[in-house]
């Protein structure tokens, strides 16, 4: 998966995570907390959802590297790059 | 092999099965009972339907909400508010002789009325309300506070603080006279700050629902399947003993039974500080009527009454204690939001709940334990009429439980409601991959037990 099919990707899952929320004016740059009304709950569905959906795991000392969309697709490229597409 | 087995399939077990099995775990949750629901059940009986723990699920926010435990336990099962059916309420009382507070879903209505009936406590009431700590700011230091000290320091009218505290400690507080300050914060919170609703067709509704839910994603729920003792090896759980001898096997054992009871399953003597049982159990009363309670002037949701200026939250000394009660009718609540302006229930139906003593109910013999139920039917139903309308003879059919009752249902020891008073905030035991969750692990209530359920799975189950 390249970055964009994985920015996809995690709005996807955010969708499923936070439904009511307007994903389209999302700033990649600034953290998803600060931006979605999301708890410390909803942030573990995230790395629940990208194991359950693309077997990735994730180390909790690297939670805190997901803190906005661009850093989540930077850490999350090189361990998505040969997963296909869903 | 399981992923996790799941004791009781309550509320809580059954929200935290819903949890697991959506992250592709391989749960089973075991039930004693021949049927779902623990605290929170429901029954049938000669053709009318009965919840047995329901006045009100609290923590009632509107729908687009994003905050509060309502909106993290449907984001966390993936559930849409709709699907709760949740009618609001028409609104509440707690009342005093010669006073009352009347309160709704919208907290002005509270303010309002401690602005017109103690108005030299305005201010007051204002810098309590700073003090009350959000949900995701309690610390334990915070926490641990006497409740009734940090209370009384602020607001200096005593009747007051007594009918402040009077639904806080009935909905519900497992300790005597106090409670921790961060648990009055949090039933604050959910009680006059959030609100109080209702599903048109009881809990029975919530329940299926998670039970289809927890079924369709693969988890498995066993009935009539008591466990006997946690499997230990070398002080870790590795599965349970069912009471028919059979053995599960998981990698994780997550108990709703309460603390005590499942303390009690292991039989390890690694205990040196033995949890206390909570003291504090019930009767109820409920009455169905020959007409809707609003008709004959019962038109409260709930009403928190109590017959002095001094409120007493204590074990009773004797089978029951009238001073103080809950009177619900599940007809008052605004069923009409729901879609269907004519939405009702089919009958009146008014619930009189009174604090009791599980001991000397349970040590009466058979003939006395009937007798004393018709006596006091009728003594917890006169002591609520010196406070609502005499709807004595509207009544067209009865039913009744006591703490030997709950006790009988759900297993918790002592027939206590709210579990014991110390709880175990982080859902461990003195044993590992045995964990807790339900109304010992801290949250009482149906949204407090889910809540508690998603919790404990998320933190102790799911993370390997």
Not at chain 2, 157 to 162: R, S
Not at chain 2, 426 to 452: K, R
């Amino acid at each position: 998966m390249n970055p964009a099919d994985i920015r996809e990707e995690i709005a996807d899952i955010l969708h499923d995570i936070v439904p009511d929320e307007d994903l389209s004016q999302l700033d990649d740059e600034i953290a998803f907390r600060e931006q979605l009304e999301l708890d410390s709950m909803d942030f573990l569905d995230i790395v629940m959802e990208l194991r359950k959906r693309h077997r990735v795991q994730i180390p909790e000392e690297d939670y805190q590297q997901l803190a906005t969309m661009q850093s989540t697709v930077n850490y999350l490229e090189p361990l998505m790059k040969n997963l296909e597409k869903a | 092999m399981y992923d996790t087995i799941i004791i009781g399939a309550g509320m809580s077990g059954l929200a935290a099965g819903i949890r697991l099995a959506y992250f592709g775990q391989r749960v089973c949750i075991l039930e004693r009972h021949y049927t779902i629901g623990g605290l929170n059940s429901f029954y049938r009986l000669n053709g009318r339907d009965y919840d047995v723990g329901l006045h009100a699920v609290t923590n009632f926010t509107p729908k687009g909400t994003r905050t509060g435990p309502l909106a993290r336990l449907l984001r966390q099962l993936r559930i849409r508010w709709d699907e709760l059916l949740l009618a609001p309420q028409v609104g509440s009382v707690v009342a005093f002789p010669d006073i009352e507070l009347h309160f709704s879903n919208e907290f002005e209505k509270l303010e309002s009325e401690i602005n017109s009936k103690f108005p030299s406590q305005m201010d007051n009431f204002r810098r309590l309300l700073k003090r009350i700590v959000d949900y995701n700011d309690l610390d334990q230091v915070v926490y641990e506070m006497s409740a009734r000290q940090v209370v009384e320091e602020i607001v200096d009218d005593p009747l007051l603080v007594e009918m402040i505290f009077c639904p806080l400690m009935w909905y519900g507080n497992a300790r005597e006279h106090d409670m921790d300050f961060g648990q009055f914060c949090i039933m604050f919170r959910s009680i006059y700050m959030e609100g109080l609703a209702r599903p048109l067709n009881g809990v029975r509704l919530i329940l299926k629902h998670l039970v289809r839910k927890f079924r369709g994603l693969g988890g498995e729920l066993v009935l009539r399947k008591g466990v006997e003792q946690i499997a230990m090896e070398e002080g870790r759980a590795i599965g349970v003993v069912l009471d028919d001898g059979n053995q599960l096997t998981g990698r994780h054992v997550l108990s709703s039974a309460g603390i005590v009871e499942t303390m009690r399953m292991c039989n390890e003597s690694r205990c040196e500080k033995n949890p206390s049982v909570g003291q504090l159990s019930f009767v109820e009363t409920l009455a169905v009527l020959d007409q809707q309670p609003r008709q004959i002037g019962c038109d409260r949701t709930i009403v928190f009454f109590n017959d002095s200026d001094k409120f007493h939250w204590e074990k009773s000394t004797e089978l029951c204690d009238v001073r103080t009660g809950v009177i619900c009718s599940p007809n008052n609540y605004a069923y009409g939001e729901l879609g269907d302006q004519d939405a009702k229930l089919p009958e009146g139906m008014m619930r009189v709940t009174a604090l009791a003593n599980f001991q000397r109910w349970n040590t009466l013999p058979e003939s006395e334990y009937r007798v004393e139920k018709l006596r006091w039917f009728d003594r917890v139903i006169a002591s609520a009429v010196r406070f609502v309308p005499d709807f004595r003879r509207h009544i067209v059919a009865t039913d009744m439980f006591t703490p030997k009752t709950i006790r009988r249902f759900t297993s918790h020891d002592n027939g206590a409601v709210y579990g014991a008073p110390d709880k175990q905030w982080d859902g461990t035991t003195p044993f590992e991959n045995l964990y807790i969750c339900g109304t010992d692990q801290g949250f009482v209530g149906i949204v407090g037990a889910i809540v508690s359920g998603i919790s404990m799975a998320n933190q102790h189950c799911l993370r390997d």
